[in-house]
Nanobody, 117 residues
């Protein structure tokens, strides 16, 4: 089992930057694909970025070129560097761990990101 705790959210002006962190504990971190998702008010949760245990990443089209996902397997951490933030990036950001070769997944509690002037 994996426990996930996100941090780093907050209020930022348009064009600003934030770095989200997700700390994992409980199982072998490198066995999991890690992802960041977000949910805006009144909308469904959507994938933002995902990274394999080997560091291969993919992004939603809406964040390509602005966001960067990374992981440190030794520290059991995954990060989301968000630059050029827009009001439409506002939402609760969740960290998700999915075990490789399985449908088993775990979610963090989320961290709020608000982009507003």
């Amino acid at each position: 089992q994996v426990q996930l705790v996100e941090s780093g959210g907050g209020l930022v002006q348009p064009g600003g930057s934030l770095r989200l962190s997700c700390a994992a504990s409980g199982s072998i971190f490198s066995f999991y694909v890690m992802g960041w998702y977000r949910q805006a008010p009144g909308k469904q949760r959507e994938l933002v970025a995902v990274i394999s245990s080997g560091g291969i990443s993919d992004y939603a089209d809406s964040v390509k070129g602005r966001f960067a996902i990374s992981r440190d397997n030794a520290k059991k951490m995954v990060y989301l560097q968000m630059n050029g933030l827009k009001p439409e990036d506002t939402g609760v950001y969740y960290c998700k761990a999915t075990r490789v070769g399985s449908t088993t997944s775990y979610w963090g509690q989320g961290t709020q990101v608000t982009v507003s002037s």
